[in-house]
């Protein structure tokens, strides 16, 4: 089937109108769980690198940063910040010495066990409404975006 000049501009703009809303949503859940976060003392980003920080066996700020969607310099400035806040310090590898690696501070034992709830708040209020086929529907398509986003930044 060839596509006609219509069609193309049609995909073209049905093409930017879900970057756009990905866009948009990204903005609107962000803003949402900083609203929450803010009762903690953090931001949405902090609170994610916290939760990272105990999932992974060595958290390093180069495994973290491209999850996180930061860069090398944003990176320190969110540690400096949890740092200071004693939610977290950071070692050198015991394994590699040219390695930082992210242990969870004193203070962040009292404020990990408020996170989880929050993120789930988040989840439960997106996906109201929807069936749950709809949500595997959803995580698939989302998982295509993100692997052709992946390749958007490897071009």
Known sequence: MVATQETRQVQAR??????????????????ALDRRFESHGITSQQAALLLLSRLLKEPSPIKMAARLGTDSAGMTRLLDRLERKQLIARRVSP??????????????????????????????????????????????????????ARRLNES
């Open 95 to 148: 394994d590699d010495r040219r390695l930082v690696v992210i242990e969870l501070g004193p203070r962040s034992r009292h404020v990990l066990p408020r996170l989880i709830p929050e993120f789930q708040w988040a989840e439960k209020g997106l996906l109201d409404g929807f069936k749950k086929s709809e949500v595997d529907q959803l995580n698939k398509m989302l998982r295509r975006l993100m692997q052709n």
């Open 14 to 31: 049905d093409e930017a109108a879900v970057s756009t809303m990905v866009f948009h949503l990204g903005r609107e859940l962000r803003t």
